[in-house]
């Protein structure tokens, strides 16, 4: 009745057709606009809240992440709106073209309410698998990032559908056409989508996890994993994005394997200058037999060595003997792994390795390979200049010494020599 008297009256006073329908769309608009907040109001203020106070009272988190995320505020519109279709039916009835008009903006809105219910409710399971312990790892941000993107996706289509009448199967069916348009124009963009879904999928990278991207020149833990950004924060305290393609593209290291492991590798060499290898005496043998870790070993060997020469002894006369002795380097190495497997700080249930590599110029490698019982860095540091420290205060026992380039200092006394 309002917009009908409206136009009598605008007939009256006004002669202009287009005016006098674009004043009436103008009126019919605020007033479903009217209409609308009334109904949010209500919706909000009364409604929402009823329910605010009913979850406030229970002491589940979970419910109270409803109201974080307005998953609830967000229903209260779509409702609203559906409410305003209802009223639009039935005030403008008998003018078609303003509530065909109507009925389009309204139509839009609430393809617009389902778009956000399903960005909230989507936020909302985010928050609640970054809660859980058994899914702390899992990278849940790139998938519900992916399934935002379906949601913005149809929500563009039913709208587009909606202002040119046309069925949404209409603009699917026509994606085909735009498809190599879509691939030049946002090439990039396409390969980190796919790169992200599938480091995501295939369990790659995880948030905490330590990773090592040379190309990037980053070295530190993942913080963030959506599904076109690496987000890491090196151990300087700077963060690096990295773009999901170059984890697909170039190559880098992940250290979560070793972190759930039950230790972390240590690997160095003590370098021992050649030129202190030697036999050991009768004397250094009772000496070193007096250290616990070293007594089984040396008597084994001295059987062993007794055993051999007796073989030899027995010989033809025309066969050359060939003596052998206790080294010091060997009891070293015998020394370096008896005394790892007893430190309680060493995973013997790992590989544990002493062993003499290749000479160098600089002398001859014993090299430790063996692993912490931790894998925390600090304490694995720690572990690591204990053990060293150790083996290099021991050389000494052993009349070895480990090599170390000349400095100024060793050639200070030939200088003097030389002046004097």
Not at 60 to 73: G, Q
Not at 86 to 99: D, P, Q, R, V, Y
Not at 237 to 247: D, K
Not at 373 to 395: C, K, M, P, R
């Amino acid at each position: 009745m309002i917009i009908e008297n409206l136009r009598y009256w605008l007939v009256e006073i006004n002669s202009l057709t287009v005016l006098n329908e674009l004043i009436l769309h103008l009126t019919a608009i605020l007033i479903l606009g009217l209409i609308c907040l009334v109904i949010i109001a209500i919706m909000k203020f009364v409604v929402v809240r009823l329910i605010h106070k009913i979850i406030q009272k229970t002491d589940t988190e979970w419910d109270d992440l409803l109201i974080k995320h307005s998953v609830l505020e967000h229903v209260a519109k779509l409702a609203s709106f559906s409410v305003l279709k209802l009223a639009n039916s039935a005030l403008f009835s008998l003018e078609n073209s303003i509530s065909k008009t109507n009925e389009m903006i309204i139509s839009i809105l609430i393809v617009l309410s389902f778009v956000a219910i399903a960005e909230s409710s989507l936020n909302l399971t985010l928050n609640i698998l970054q809660k859980l312990s058994k899914t702390s790892k899992f990278p849940a941000k790139s998938f519900i990032q992916a399934l935002k993107l379906i949601s913005y996706f149809f929500g563009i289509i039913f709208i587009l559908s909606i202002i040119l009448d046309k069925s949404p199967v209409f603009f699917i069916s026509g994606l085909g056409a735009l498809t190599a348009v879509l691939l030049l124009v946002f090439k990039d963009s396409i390969l980190g989508l796919v790169a992200g879904i599938q480091v995501s999928a295939n369990n790659l990278i995880q948030v905490g996890d330590w990773i090592e991207i040379p190309s990037h020149n980053s070295d530190g833990t993942v913080k963030d994993l959506s599904l076109t950004t690496l987000k890491v924060e090196n151990w300087d305290q700077t963060i690096s994005s990295i773009p999901m393609q170059a984890l697909i593209t170039n190559s880098f290291k992940n250290w979560r394997n070793m972190s759930e492991s039950n230790g972390r590798r240590i690997k160095r060499s003590i370098i021992i200058d050649a030129n202190s290898i030697r036999f050991l005496d009768q004397q250094q043998i009772e000496q070193l037999k007096e250290i616990d870790l070293l007594k089984t070993y040396i008597n084994k060997k001295l059987v062993e060595l007794e055993q051999y020469d007796t073989e030899f002894k027995n010989a033809k006369k025309d066969r050359p003997k060939i003596q052998r002795r206790l080294t010091n380097i060997g009891t070293f190495r015998a020394y370096c792994l008896e005394y790892l497997k007893h430190n309680p700080m060493i995973n013997s249930d790992m590989t544990l390795i002493v062993r003499q590599l290749t000479p160098k110029e600089s002398g001859i490698p014993i090299e430790i390979w063996t692993y912490s019982n931790t894998t925390d860095w600090i304490a694995y540091e720690g572990i690591q200049s204990d053990v060293f420290d150790h083996l290099y205060s021991v050389l000494h026992e052993f009349n070895l010494e480990a090599y170390q380039k000349p400095s100024g200092l060793d050639f200070h006394p030939l200088q003097i020599q030389s002046n004097s």
